[in-house]
C-alpha cells in the first residue's frame, strides 16, 4: 500500500514567516537599545519616541509624526482629529484588514465601500468616481450619501500588500468632492508610485503599523501616524494623552493611544536595516515571477502585478490560484505555510450586517477573497526555498 502524503515527512519547511533570523542578526544591538531605556526608567513618550516620529516622518516624506499604540489606533485617532462621528460617513475598500473599516464605526460613523481594481488588489479609482456621481449628491457645502443621508467626509485608501493605490486620481475625486484623505498604509511603509512620491505623504493623514509581520515590524504593536499638517499633527498629539492641553484640562476628549519607548528603541534599531529588508523582499518577488513564468502555470496561477515603476515593499506576495483551498491544503502538507489575506470582503461581515450589503455587490473584491493566497517572501527565504514553493504548486495543478 502506498503511503499517504501526509505520512511523508516534508523535504523542506518553508514557513509564511519566520522573524527569528533577522532578530538573531542584530540582537546585540536590540538588547542594548532597551537597555538604555531600562536604564533611563522613561517609559512613556522619552527620546526614543521623539527620535523614531522625525524618522519615520522623514522616511514617509512627511514633515509630522505622532508615535501611536497600534496601526489601528493610527486609524481611530486619525479620523477623531478630522471630527468624523455620528452621521458621516467614509469610503474605502471592502478588501482589506478588518481595521480599515472597524475604525470607521468605532468612531460612530458609517463605512461607505467602493470596488477594488482586479489587478492591485487596490480601491478603483472608477468605481470611486461612479459612486460618487451615482450614489452621492451635494447639499450646500456638503456631500450627503443618498441611501443613507449620511454626509460624506473622507476617503480611507489602503495601500494593499505594500504597493500604494492609484493616489493621482483618487486624490483628484477626493478634492474635487471636499473629501479628506485617510491613508491606510499599515502594510505600507516606504512604498512609493513611479514619481516616488511615498505611502501616507499624499492624503491629509497617514497611518502606518509596526506590529510584528509588517516590514518594520515592533516587539509587540505600535503604530504611527503621519503628515504634512502641523495642525493636524498637535491634534493627534493632543488626542493620544487623552485629549488633555495642558495636562489635566481637556477640550477634547481622546484616549491612551501613546507608543511606548521600549517599542520605539527597538523600531529605532531596526528602521536602519528597513531598505535592505525591502530589497530583498524584492529579489525574492522577482524570483518568484521568473520562476512561476518557467513552469508555465498562467492558466492556474497569476502572480501579482506591480504597477511600471512603482516601489512595490511586497509585506505580502499573493498570487490568484485556482482551487486557491486544495492548493493550500497541499502546501501545508509540504511544508509551504501561507495564507489568505482576507478571507470574507468587510461588506460581508456579520457585524456589518446593518450596512444591508449583499454577496454580489461588490464582486471583485468577493473574487479576490476566493483567489488570493500569500506566499512566504520574507527577505532571508533562500532561493531553494523559493523554488520548492513553486515547485510544490507546479506539482499540486499537474496532478
Ligand atoms: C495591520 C493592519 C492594520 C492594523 O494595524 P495594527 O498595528 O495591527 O493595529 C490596519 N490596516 C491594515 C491594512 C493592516 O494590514
Same mark, same amino acid.
Given at each position: 500500500m502506498a503511503v499517504t502524503r501526509a505520512q511523508v515527512k516534508p523535504a523542506m519547511q518553508v514557513p509564511l514567516l519566520d522573524l527569528k533570523p533577522q532578530y538573531l542578526s542584530m540582537a546585540a544591538e536590540i538588547h542594548a537599545a532597551i537597555e538604555k531605556v531600562c536604564a533611563s526608567?522613561?517609559?512613556?513618550?522619552g527620546p526614543a519616541v521623539k527620535e523614531l516620529e522625525a524618522s519615520i516622518a522623514s522616511y514617509s516624506q512627511c514633515r509630522h509624526g505622532i508615535g501611536l499604540s497600534s496601526g489601528t489606533d493610527a486609524l481611530l485617532v486619525a479620523l477623531m482629529a478630522l471630527g468624523i462621528g455620528p452621521g458621516d460617513a467614509v469610503i474605502t475598500s471592502p478588501?482589506?484588514?478588518?481595521?480599515t473599516a472597524g475604525t470607521i464605526a468605532r468612531v460612530g460613523a458609517r463605512p461607505l465601500f467602493c470596488d477594488i481594481d482586479p489587478v492591485t488588489f487596490n480601491l478603483s479609482p472608477a468605481a470611486l468616481e461612479t459612486f460618487l456621481e451615482k450614489h452621492c449628491e451635494r447639499r450646500g457645502s456638503e456631500l450627503l450619501h443618498?441611501?443613507?443621508?449620511? =454626509?460624506?467626509r473622507a476617503l480611507m485608501p489602503v495601500h494593499l500588500y505594500g504597493q500604494v493605490a492609484d493616489m493621482v486620481p483618487l486624490m483628484a475625486s477626493a478634492r474635487r468632492y471636499g473629501l479628506k484623505v485617510i491613508e491606510d498604509a499599515a502594510q505600507a511603509i516606504g512604498a512609493a508610485d513611479a514619481e516616488g512620491k511615498r505611502a501616507g505623504s499624499f492624503g491629509d493623514i497617514g497611518c502606518l503599523s509596526?506590529?510584528?509581520? =509588517?516590514?518594520?515590524?515592533?516587539?509587540g504593536d505600535a503604530g504611527m501616524c503621519v503628515t504634512n499638517d502641523a495642525e493636524l499633527a498637535e491634534r493627534i498629539a493632543v488626542l493620544r494623552v487623552h485629549g488633555g492641553k495642558p495636562k489635566y484640562y481637556h477640550a477634547l476628549i481622546g484616549g491612551n493611544f501613546r507608543l511606548d519607548e521600549l517599542q520605539a528603541a527597538v523600531l529605532g534599531v531596526k528602521l536602519k536595516r528597513l531598505d535592505e529588508w525591502t530589497a530583498g523582499r524584492q529579489r525574492n518577488a522577482a524570483f518568484y515571477d521568473q520562476a512561476f513564468r518557467r513552469a508555465q502555470l498562467e492558466d492556474a496561477v497569476r502572480t501579482p502585478h506591480a504597477s511600471l515603476g512603482v516601489r512595490h515593499i511586497y509585506n505580502q506576495y499573493v498570487i490568484r490560484a485556482r482551487d486557491r483551498d486544495a492548493l493550500r491544503a497541499h502546501l501545508a502538507t509540504a511544508g509551504v505555510g501561507t495564507e489568505v489575506y482576507y478571507p470574507v470582503p468587510l461588506h460581508l461581515q456579520q457585524c456589518f450586517e446593518y450596512l444591508g450589503c449583499k454577496a454580489g455587490d461588490y464582486p471583485q473584491s468577493e473574487r479576490a477573497a476566493a483567489e488570493a493566497l500569500a506566499l512566504p517572501i520574507y527577505p532571508e527565504l533562500s532561493e531553494e526555498q523559493l523554488q520548492y514553493v513553486v515547485d510544490t504548486i507546479a506539482g499540486y495543478y499537474r496532478t
Open positions: 526608567q522613561h517609559f512613556i513618550l478588501f482589506t484588514f478588518f481595521a443618498r441611501g443613507s443621508g449620511a =454626509k460624506v509596526f506590529f510584528p509581520t =509588517k516590514n518594520l515590524g515592533a516587539f
